[in-house]
């Protein structure tokens, strides 16, 4: 059994005549365009044509730069010391950034009142046109706040050399970190995610043997990762000033399609269920014996009794038949995800921490990285990144430029495939493991619901400090604990927080992705509110639930709620998906006291 994953559909090697062939051809791309932009500013080419011709150029060079920075991006995943795949990386995004100027001359001219007034019918007279009706007012919205082209195509040159430099040295030096660690009498080196994995031990003495660890490890470059931080949100704050947003979050929430309305709702109802929150974290600690709040570490802690372990095929049949409950097609998808080896499973001595899914809609495949140690919330990581991998699917025969669907809907797929999961479970399961799967719920809906609030937290205040002066690792720190202690209350520790969460989430070095928190907690409670749906209609929802995935890159988020008769910008909605997390509260709590009574 091969727990790797196989990159063969994309390209069999650096050196393939492929890749080659194709690195050359995307170095030239740019040269079509500007005969192109000239004859349309010129106004010598019919609009409806030069519309049609950029459109398709477009969609033919998005699949191919799509498919060499795949290559690149999934080998330095799973080897960060790999200087081929990041050569790659760096010639396609320089490929890309040649496009730039072409880009942002064809969106300031259709963008001009004469050419954009008249979409609709030329809609009506081109299929091509219309089909990417979306793309094209998106793209009239985006132009306000466009810079000059010159402007444009500096940024992004500068960018590789600036926050794209940044994030790479930060991934780096965090996912070649090597830790040593007395563990069963020996001291070994073991890789940083392996170190955090040890959080989920049912021992307790690893559980603050890892976290210790872990700490101590991140002292050797937090200097590294504060300096890198401080240059990318630096450089964002540069930005979204010059292009005319308010902040970095109004930012935000323009290119996720999501008005503050609706994140004020959201927001605003999860601050009124912590208390739910913090009476679940509070029941944990007692059962766990912490009577001063919960420490960091013991928060993903398994509870006495309930621990349950899977190798690698366990944890594929049971997803792929718990799937099948709610779609055979969706057990269909998972089953040749696993037979083609679009999986990379264990964790390894430079390999990127956490989990992701990369859907490479240009081959019409997805490639999913996981540090599997065998868990039942293993299992359900499985079961997230196979429902992004799905989502993918589901838009496979879009065109290409209506496949970028916004953050908050990113998580749509893959938490419904994860409470399909585990509600299936739930149905076969002892009180023991009912207890198990229980604890994980509740520890996820904590996780994306309390720690997406201290993040939120945490990152608002970083860009606002930033606007003054760098911030020092101390200060950093700091922030972190600020947050964490809004967020979690008097229900954790004080003293034994997690002062380095900035370190470790990678989502904080993304130039392009800022608040990359919010939209998990938009996911994990949409998802929810839409698996409530799916009980009431059964299987008349399949198609909806079709229906509403194909839309998620070519509509507005409230839009794509009203597909299903959701409305996100009142507390409403939040507050039904929040009262059926309490109810699993509620549940553990009876649990938990029937085996108090027992003992």
């Not at 500068?158 to 069963?184: C, N, P, W």
């Not at 037979?339 to 495949?365: H, L, M, T, Y």
């Not at 198990?436 to 945490?458: H, K, P, T």
């Not at 996100?568 to 699993?584: A, H, M, V």
Request: net charge negative.
């Amino acid at each position: 059994m091969n727990s790797t994953w196989q990159l063969d559909s994309l390209y069999t090697g650096f050196d393939a005549p492929e890749l080659i062939a194709d690195l050359k051809k995307a170095e030239s791309i740019h040269e079509k365009y500007r005969p192109l932009l000239d004859a349309l500013e010129a106004a010598s080419i019919d609009p409806q044509k030069g519309i049609e011709t950029y459109l398709s150029y477009l969609i033919e060079d998005s699949k191919l730069l799509r498919t060499l920075s795949a290559y690149g991006h999934l080998n330095f995943s799973v080897n960060s010391k790999s200087q081929e795949a990041l050569t790659l990386v760096d010639k396609t995004q320089t490929a890309s950034n040649h496009l730039t100027e072409f880009q942002v001359r064809f969106k300031k001219w259709f963008s001009t009142g004469d050419i954009s007034s008249k979409l609709s019918e030329m809609a009506e007279a081109s299929a091509l046109i219309d089909a990417h009706h979306f793309y094209l007012e998106d793209m009239k919205a985006q132009s306000r706040y466009l810079l000059s082209a010159n402007e444009e195509v500096l940024i992004a040159h500068l960018k590789t050399t600036g926050s794209d430099a940044f994030e790479t040295l930060q991934r780096k030096a965090s996912s070649q970190l090597m830790v040593d660690i007395h563990l069963h009498g020996e001291t070994k080196k073991l890789p940083i995610m392996a170190v955090r994995n040890l959080a989920y031990e049912a021992d307790p003495a690893l559980r603050k043997l890892g976290y210790e660890a872990e700490l101590n490890a991140y002292r050797q470059h937090e200097e590294i990762s504060a300096a890198a931080l401080n240059g990318i949100k630096g450089e964002v704050l540069t930005l979204s000033k010059l292009r005319g947003f308010d902040s970095p979050l109004d930012e935000t929430l323009f290119n996720a399609r999501l008005s503050k309305k609706t994140l004020d709702a959201m927001i605003g109802t999860m601050e009124d269920y912590l208390p739910m929150f913090h009476r679940y974290l509070k029941l944990k600690a007692k059962a766990l014996g912490h009577e001063k709040g919960m420490p960091f570490y013991d928060i993903a802690a398994p509870l006495e009794g309930s621990s349950k372990s899977y190798t690698i095929e366990e944890a594929k049949l049971f997803v792929v038949k718990n799937f099948g409950k709610f779609s055979s097609d969706l057990a269909t998808f998972a089953q040749r995800a696993f037979d083609n080896r679009w999986v990379d499973f264990e964790p390894r001595e430079g390999k990127v921490g956490g989990a992701f899914c990369s859907n490479i809609q240009s081959i019409g495949e997805s490639r999913v990285l996981l540090n599997f140690n065998g868990n039942f919330k293993n299992v359900l990581t499985i079961a997230h990144e196979l429902g992004h991998a799905f989502h993918g699917d589901r838009l496979r025969c879009e065109s290409i430029l209506n496949t970028g669907y916004p953050m908050p809907l990113a998580e749509t797929a893959s938490i419904f495939c994860e409470t399909i999961v585990r509600k299936a479970a739930m149905e076969e399961a002892d009180d023991d493991f009912k207890c198990l799967i229980l604890e994980n719920r509740l520890q996820g809906a904590m996780q994306v619901v309390v720690d997406i609030l201290s993040r939120y937290y945490f990152e608002s205040k970083v860009f606002e400090v930033r606007e003054d002066h760098p911030l020092s690792v101390n200060e950093f720190k700091s922030l972190m604990e600020e947050a964490q202690l809004k967020a979690y209350g008097d229900c954790v520790d004080p003293e034994l927080l997690h002062p380095y969460m900035w370190l470790n989430k990678p989502h904080y070095y993304y130039a392009a992705r800022n608040f990359y928190n919010f939209p998990y907690a938009f996911g994990l409670l949409f998802a929810t509110g839409l698996y409530a749906i799916y009980l009431e209609r059964g299987d008349a929802f399949l198609n909806d639930y079709d229906t509403l995935l194909k839309a998620t890159g070519k509509m507005s988020v409230e839009s794509v709620c009203a597909v299903v008769g959701v409305d996100p910008t009142t507390k409403d909605f939040w507050e039904t998906s929040l009262k059926l997390i309490e109810k699993d509260v509620d549940l553990l709590e009876s649990i938990l006291s029937q085996k108090s009574d027992i003992m």
